[in-house]
């Protein structure tokens, strides 16, 4: 099951406690549909629960007769779709008047209490809306049937908390939340409680692997710029062997110098405790600056003098 999927499961769950969120949910499902009320399809959703849900709801306030049609006609490997329809002109003359469909503005009566706000945003994410899979993208979209509508929406939930920011794609109006804060917000306010916590869990095991990856980039950052120095340190060493041998170094260093030939790969703090009289990782620094120093003066030493 999708993520999408869980959370439109845990909201179709939900029982309104009171009759005015009921009524609120079913104005959410007329006013953003489309095509009503000049066509008969209200919504289409892959979920015959929510299908069959909203088309009790409808008849239980409405005493409309309103239908679950079976939508076959994708492909075969897709699931089918579900439509509620309210197929008699009559019904549906009805219900545009008493719901003021189409209208630009929302109705207030149906979104004056908190209780009913809540259930109007359910039954709009429900019935037109998708949170993506929280592993792969914080997003969570609702689609609007026009632009003053999804206006009102956006300010109605501003009200609340809720910072929706409005898109087009394919010329239709979209409300959608961007910050996985703002949607465990949304996810909470619509009653969706199951399906935050598991966003909260997604989000913490998605910073804990940021965290570990930064932290990895950054020892092998480290492991680089380590094995470049010995590498450099080793040409020095190498240099001052075969030109005057090991013999030539001050007795400090010569130590060092054969350990290192030895142990390229080992860090100084490992190569500081290598040495028979130990000393600290600075110490094995600035000796290992001494033997390079010293190279360096042979290098320009037998370099012929241009003057
Ligand atoms: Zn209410």
């Not at 892959?46 to 079976?70: H, I, M, N, P």
């Not at 492909?75 to 719901?99: D, G, I, N």
Request: with cysteine; aromatic share 8%; hydrophobic share 40%.
């Amino acid at each position: 099951m999708t993520f999408n999927q869980e959370v439109k499961k845990e909201l179709c769950r939900l029982e309104s406690k009171r009759a005015c969120c009921e009524w609120a949910l079913l104005y959410a499902m007329l006013v953003f549909s489309r095509g009503f009320p000049e066509e008969e399809v209200i919504f289409t959703t892959e979920s015959k629960t929510v299908a069959d849900k909203f088309a009790q709801l409808l008849a239980g306030l409405t005493a409309t007769v309103a239908s679950v049609r079976t939508d076959f006609r994708r492909l075969k490997e897709e699931a089918p779709r579900y439509s509620v329809c309210v197929e008699e002109p009559s019904q549906r003359e009805l219900l545009a008047e008493r719901f003021s469909l189409p209208s630009p503005a929302l109705v207030p009566a149906y979104v004056e209490k908190d209780c009913c706000v809540a259930a109007f945003f359910r039954g709009l994410v429900l019935l037109y809306g998708s949170v993506t899979n929280p592993e792969r993208e914080y997003h969570l979209e609702i689609g609007a049937p026009n632009d003053q509508l999804a206006d009102q929406v956006l300010l109605l939930g501003q009200a609340y908390g809720l910072r929706f920011k409005c898109t087009h794609r394919k010329g239709i109006a979209l409300l959608y939340l961007k910050e996985s804060e703002q949607i465990e917000d949304f996810l909470t306010f619509v009653g969706a409680t199951k399906a935050t916590l598991k966003l909260m869990d997604i989000k913490i095991v998605k910073e804990m692997r940021n965290k570990v990856n930064r932290a990895t980039n950054c020892e092998t950052a480290n492991l680089g710029k380590t094995v470049e120095a010995s590498q450099t340190q080793v040409a020095d060493i190498r240099y001052i062997q075969e030109h005057r041998g090991l013999d030539y170094l001050d007795e400090d260093l010569r130590e060092l110098a054969a350990l290192r030939l030895e142990n390229p790969e080992c860090s100084l703090r490992e190569l500081a405790g290598m040495l028979s009289a130990p000393i600290s990782r600075s110490g094995v620094n600035h000796r290992l600056k001494r033997i390079s120093e010293t190279a360096q003066k042979l290098r320009e030493a037998s370099q012929p003098h241009s003057d």
